[in-house]
């Protein structure tokens, strides 16, 4: 009996540590989540930051425009980007939970590019700084609104939030010149009868 007796105290402990490594673990990893709104039809207003540079996409009725770049139509293939690749990124593993750390990971605020999206009413969604991984191209690192914590993205969206206009938009075609009216023109009359000598 006393047999049972420690192999029941046995498995219990074994049961104990291995619920305490669990919840140890389960502070180390982070669950996958979406950085945007999950719901892109409440997004009106893009803001992007890097190195002192910034643009604004702007949405009036359905369309994008480049605030202050009156000038440029913007490329529709770029729009279609922006919201099917950069606000469907993912943040996976956390990498620090220290603001002391934001410059090792690229997402402090003077190195970092900065995204912030908002709604219709101007009301601010979510900002998040992104930074380029050294050792790993495929992805980025990435800091959201206040938190101090830095994730690993699934996925490098950092390339495809440029501040630069002409990659956002380009000089519509000219327009083509008025048509002239029709003017009849008499054929030229041919006379048979001469030749060439």
Not at 58 to 80: A, F, M, N, P, Y
Not at 106 to 114: E, K, L, Q, R, W
Request: proline letters at 4%.
């Amino acid at each position: 009996m006393s047999n049972i007796k420690w192999l029941l105290v046995g498995i219990a402990v074994l049961i104990v540590l291995y619920a305490l490594l669990q919840m140890r673990e389960s502070g180390y990893t982070t669950p996958t989540g979406q950085i945007f709104p999950e719901h892109t039809d409440d997004i009106y207003r893009v803001e992007m930051m890097a190195t002192g540079d910034s643009l604004t996409l702007l949405k009036e009725d359905i369309e994008w425009t480049i605030v202050g770049h009156d000038t440029l139509k913007v490329r529709d293939h770029r729009i279609t980007a922006l919201f099917e690749q950069v606000l469907k990124v993912s943040r996976e593993t956390t990498m620090t939970d220290k603001a002391d750390n934001w410059s090792k990971y690229a997402v402090d605020d003077a190195a970092g590019t900065h995204v912030k999206v908002y709604n219709a009413k101007g009301e601010l969604l979510t900002h998040a700084v992104f930074g380029r991984s050294s050792t790993d191209w495929a992805r980025n690192y990435v800091r959201i609104g206040d938190g101090p914590e830095v994730y690993l993205t699934d996925r490098s969206i950092v390339y495809q939030v440029s501040t630069d206009a002409t990659f956002w938009g380009e000089k519509p075609p000219e327009p083509a010149p008025a048509a002239m009216d029709s003017v009849d023109v008499a054929p030229a009359v041919v006379d048979s009868t001469k030749t060439d000598a």
